[in-house]
């Protein structure tokens, strides 16, 4: 399905259960297959990018019984891990190869890291530093900038570390390089970055403590198996949250979604431009605080400002709030966000490109947009750039414009949102 068809939809209603959460599907097997004992993950995300992580772990070693939505871990401990015969390839996921890193750097055997073209060329300097202060022996293609990563594990030793920017799978890979250290590893975080590390892993047994943007793990104690329930996605939710939004006569509930508030900053921002979205029975799953999310049609929205500070807890919502911007009466302004560049795509280029195909007028900067809303968007032809959010914001657009559209390299979806376009065509009249 590289070139699916969007034909504008007059309204959107229904019930959505999104998928369960990418982050917290990853981080789920990792920690259970270097935990003693049987894990059992619930609700485990079937999508290409988690499936990296599943396939990565079998090539170290663990036996993972695959029941669909249900896997059973069988957990090796810290020092479980055996050493790969071949490559491991990560496939399209930044979270599968920067937290693997933090694992393999601790293990004494010799690893290669790799994934495809868009995962070969972000940059990975960002944890070959702070794991090379710890001792770990990282090489990487361009002097070390870039994948395949080649590893020879070893002995670390513990870090405090001041982060030059906010990233969860940054913070991640330390913290778990730090589990095989023999004392205390800090890391200081600029501003907060999801924390699905920090509330896991002390379930699991590790010793790890948040005190505002300071997060100490001590190292030498082992882990030991849990059972996890995955809520859903609320990035996948993010689409239909919008859609329901820029649609007439629509109302879309989602039920089981994750809200941990270092995720759901579209939601404050979406609110400042006059959306009607409603949370209720909000309940606390595997540490994770989860709700229901209804939305509206919100006809009149505002244009919105979104600054630094704002960034990471909408990191990742940052192409469906372009789709929402081109619909607001006026220009919505985007800065601090130069992260965006060094996502599954240029995530600025790409929606610059995409929108203004549409007939929406984008300027771009070097950290943002500056994005002015029309009245009408027009059906157009545009292109995924092989990322699986451009690709379902853009359907988002195409189903609120008028004309027909195609979405090209729509495939990308897979990466986290199979179903997506079933969802979709399942809520639009
Ligand atoms: C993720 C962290 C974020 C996010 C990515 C998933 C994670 O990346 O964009 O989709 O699971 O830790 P950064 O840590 O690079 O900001």
């Known amino acids: 399905m590289d070139r699916i068809e969007i034909t504008p939809a007059k309204r959107l209603s229904g019930e959505v259960i999104p998928p369960p959460d990418k982050s917290i599907s990853h981080r789920a097997v990792m920690f259970s297959a270097i935990a003693r004992g049987k894990g059992i993950v619930r609700n485990f995300l079937r999508a290409q990018d988690t499936e990296s992580t599943m396939h990565a772990f079998r090539t170290l070693g663990i036996e993972i019984v695959d029941q669909g939505h249900t896997l059973i871990i069988h957990g090796k401990g810290l020092r479980g891990l055996t050493e790969p015969f071949d490559v491991v390839d990560c496939g399209n996921s930044g979270t599968t190869i920067r937290l693997l890193s933090g694992v393999l750097s601790a293990n004494p055997f010799f690893s290669v890291l790799t994934g495809d073209r868009s995962l070969r060329s972000r940059p990975m300097a960002r944890i070959i530093k702070p794991l090379g202060l710890m001792g770990a022996q990282i090489t990487g293609r361009e002097n070390s900038r870039y994948a395949p990563l080649a590893i020879r594990g070893g002995k670390l030793t513990p870090v405090t570390y001041e982060m030059p920017f906010a990233s969860a799978q940054v913070k991640s890979s330390i913290l778990l390089a730090g589990l095989y250290t023999e004392g205390m590893t800090e890391i200081r975080e600029p501003s907060k970055s999801r924390d699905h590390t920090e509330r896991m892993l002390p379930a699991f047994g590790a010793d790890m403590k948040t005190e505002g943007l300071?997060?100490?793990?001590?190292?030498?104690?082992?882990?030991?198996?849990?059972?996890?329930?995955?809520?859903?996605?609320?990035?996948?939710?993010?689409?239909?949250?919008?859609?329901?939004?820029?649609?007439?006569?629509?109302?879309?509930?989602?039920?089981?979604?994750?809200?941990?508030?270092?995720?759901?900053?579209?939601?404050?921002?979406?609110?400042?431009?006059?959306?009607?979205?409603?949370?209720?029975?909000?309940?606390?799953?595997?540490?994770?605080?989860?709700?229901?999310?209804?939305s509206r049609s919100s006809s009149g929205l505002r244009p919105a400002v979104v600054t630094a500070e704002m960034v990471p807890s909408l990191i990742d919502e940052?192409?469906?709030?372009?789709?929402?911007?081109?619909?607001?009466?006026?220009?919505?302004?985007?800065?601090?966000?130069?992260?965006?560049?060094?996502?599954?795509?240029?995530?600025i280029r790409a929606m610059a490109v995409e929108l203004s195909r549409m007939g929406v007028q984008v300027e771009e900067f070097p950290d943002g947009l500056n994005i002015t809303g029309a009245e009408d968007l027009n059906g157009a032809e545009v292109d995924s750039h092989g990322d699986h959010r451009i690709a379902m914001s853009m359907a988002v657009a195409g189903l609120a414009a008028h004309g027909v559209s195609g979405i090209n390299n729509a495939s990308a979806v897979a990466i986290s949102f199979p179903d997506f376009f079933s969802t979709l065509q399942r809520l639009s009249e």
Not at 276 to 286: A, K, Y
Not at 319 to 344: D, H, S, Y
């Open 214 to 294: 300071t997060i100490t793990v001590a190292g030498g104690r082992e882990l030991y198996a849990q059972e996890i329930d995955v809520p859903g996605d609320f990035s996948s939710a993010a689409f239909f949250i919008v859609a329901a939004l820029l649609l007439p006569d629509s109302e879309v509930v989602m039920k089981n979604v994750g809200i941990n508030p270092t995720r759901t900053g579209l939601i404050d921002v979406l609110k400042t431009m006059g959306a009607d979205i409603e949370i209720s029975n909000r309940r606390f799953v595997s540490g994770e605080p989860v709700a229901d999310i209804l």
């Open 318 to 347: 940052f192409p469906i709030l372009c789709v929402a911007a081109a619909k607001a009466g006026g220009t919505t302004i985007i800065r601090g966000a130069a992260e965006l560049r060094v996502k599954e795509s240029d995530r």
